[in-house]
Nanobody, 126 residues
Framework: QVQLVESGGGLVQPGGSLRLSCAASGFTFDNYAITWFRQAPGKEREGVLCISSSDDTSYYADSVKGRFTISRDNAKNTVYLQMNSLKPEDTAVYYC???????????????????WGQGTQVTVSS
């Protein structure tokens, strides 16, 4: 059974940092790209960052460039989202997902992502 579990969310002050984790199980993790999405209150869910099976990264949200990075540890079946210089507008529920492809392909409808985690809340506030 494919499962994605996010963790690491919480409350942080503006300018602070958080590292989110996405732990995967039930599939050959090394072969798949993993994408982080987020959904802010009252807004549509948007793609943030993707990492391919070969460690290529793709930014889907211009607002996080220079502040967020993505990495993966295949030995731990885990993808990480390092978030620095956090802003109040980064407040959202963060999800990881996979479409079971190996590459990051931007602009695709979200229904192609057939496995999602339950999400982890990130709140940036003073």
């Amino acid at each position: 059974q494919v499962q994605l579990v996010e963790s690491g969310g919480g409350l942080v002050q503006p300018g602070g940092s958080l590292r989110l984790s996405c732990a995967a199980s039930g599939f050959t993790f090394d072969n798949y790209a993993i994408t982080w999405f987020r959904q802010a209150p009252g807004k549509e869910r948007e793609g943030v960052l993707c990492i391919s099976s070969s460690d290529d990264t793709s930014y889907y949200a211009d607002s996080v460039k220079g502040r967020f990075t993505i990495s993966r540890d295949n030995a731990k079946n885990t993808v990480y989202l390092q978030m620095n210089s956090l802003k109040p507008e980064d407040t959202a529920v963060y999800y990881c997902a996979t479409d079971q492809g190996s590459r990051c392909i931007g602009g695709r409808p979200q229904w192609v992502y057939n496995y999602w985690g339950q999400g982890t809340q990130v709140t940036v506030s003073s």
